[in-house]
């Protein structure tokens, strides 16, 4: 046996150690961000190491209706702050290390205490005719009780740390943090009718990650319906009805968030809010398809361990959910992103994870089924230079492995499988790699 041992066990692939994602975070001009908005970050204590932010508020200022629409987890397990959300929202509080999650009925109070808390901040000068107004969020270790006491009095003394600067709007994305290496921060400005307007969002994973988000059936205080799913939070001062809001952020988060995965683990606290307070727009009504100023990609690029920035398209597919879902598979099979971090060209994996989908039935009933001879999947370089394909109609090409240990040493690149199915159906998923320090993080994450 210990003649077997060796072959069998010894590794012939180098530790990497994660690469610096300091990059992807800096100062973004003061101009870009919304207006009539407070936001900032505090310890409450809900962290144990002394000083590192774990609570977040914001807070809408506007006179004006600040609209909301949501994206919540589909996960069985929601957490107490998903189930406790409904309303219009003019303020969002977070906060981190806690997820508040299977914590039973403590955890519903506990969620109603830091609603009922940050309620109390709104301006008084600003009438509503909602009680409630507070949409909240939680992240951290499953099945633990928040240090409620310390939060609620955090909340009561924020009003000190809120402001409309760069350093509050990273303060408070610095609070959504866990695992998280540094703050996913991005803001846009974009002009509708001759108006400027302005977008920023925020949010925060690194691992658990493969939301799946869509409206909820919570329903609104009075008639309208807040429709809520990874933490995030985007906000705009433009005016835009709330049916019109949450139609744009569900196009959008099938696109970018449910469209991102580091582990193929579905989070119990996936959450993405988009409040619109109107401004900048003297409340005239605004429909605005962009709602998503890309903060999506920064959870990806900060996957736990992660070495690599994998962009997988997969394209010619029947429907667009047909490729949605080939590309899912791709972006979580565990011996895909092992071949991933080891820069490895094993494309038999992925073709195996593309055969592993059924197809939707057709309008006729049937199920369309893959041809092997028209797939093609082929590797793209982010940098410009020649693509390497590695299958064409089904033929193994003779692949230069000198020319594909340069395309996946680079920290980005695209994998790209064309089904050649002669369909429209076309989507994009963004992954990345799984590796040794993926294992280490997650193998004490408690304690």
Not at 260 to 283: F, P, Q, R
Not at 290 to 317: C, H, I, M, Q, S
Not at 423 to 440: I, L
Request: proline content about 5%; glycine content about 8%; overall charge neutral.
């Amino acid at each position: 046996m210990s003649s077997i041992l060796p072959k069998r066990f010894v590794s012939t692939i180098t530790l990497k150690a994660a690469p610096s994602k300091a990059h992807h975070h800096g100062p973004l001009p003061a101009s870009s961000f919304p207006v009539g908005y407070v936001l900032g970050g505090l310890h409450a204590g809900v962290k144990k190491k002394p000083g590192v932010l774990d609570v977040a508020v914001i807070l809408s200022t506007s006179e004006h209706p600040t609209s909301a629409a949501a994206c919540f987890t589909r996960n069985a397990f929601k957490a107490a702050p998903v189930i406790v959300n409904g309303g219009y929202a003019r303020a969002v509080v977070v906060n981190s290390g806690c997820a508040n999650a299977v914590t039973g009925k403590q955890g519903i109070d506990d969620a109603w205490a830091m609603v009922k808390e940050t309620d109390a901040l709104r301006p008084s000068k600003l009438a509503s005719k909602f009680e409630h107004e507070t949409l909240v969020m939680s992240t951290g270790v499953i099945g633990q009780n928040l240090p409620i006491s310390k939060i609620v009095e955090a909340i009561r003394s924020s009003n000190s740390v809120l402001g409309s600067d760069f350093s509050a709007w990273e303060r408070a994305a610095q609070a959504f943090m866990t695992t998280d290496t540094f703050p996913k921060l991005r803001s846009r400005t974009f002009t509708i009718g001759g108006v400027e307007y302005r977008m920023a969002g925020m949010d925060k994973g690194a691992g658990m990650i493969h939301p799946n988000m869509g409206p909820a059936s919570t329903t609104f205080a009075g008639t309208k319906q807040l429709h809520a799913t990874l933490l995030g939070c985007i906000m705009t001062d433009a005016a835009v009805s709330p049916r019109s809001l949450q139609s744009a952020l569900t196009y959008a988060v099938d696109r970018s968030f449910n469209s991102i995965s580091v582990d193929g683990d579905m989070s119990t606290n996936d959450s993405i809010y988009l409040l619109a307070n109107g401004a900048a727009s003297n409340g005239s009504p605004v429909i605005d398809e962009e709602t998503n100023p890309d903060a999506y990609d920064l959870v990806v690029r900060d996957g736990e361990g992660a070495t690599k920035f994998v962009t997988v398209t997969v394209k010619g597919a029947p429907t667009y959910k047909d490729a949605h879902n080939i590309a899912s598979r791709i972006s979580t099979s565990a011996l895909v992103k092992t071949a991933l971090y080891g820069e490895d060209a094993n494309w038999g994996r992925i073709l195996a994870a593309t055969g592993s989908v059924p197809l939707l039935p057709s309008s006729t009933g049937a199920a369309p089924v893959i041809d092997p001879t028209k797939v093609n999947v082929t590797f793209v370089p982010s940098d410009g230079t020649t693509a390497l394909p590695v299958l064409v109609n089904g033929e193994p090409e003779k692949v230069d492995e000198v020319r594909a240990k340069e395309i996946l040493s680079l920290e980005d690149f695209e994998v790209l499988v064309d089904l050649g199915m002669g369909g429209n159906g076309e989507a994009k998923y963004w992954t990345c790699d799984f590796s040794y320090e993926y294992v280490r993080i997650n193998g004490d994450y408690r304690s």
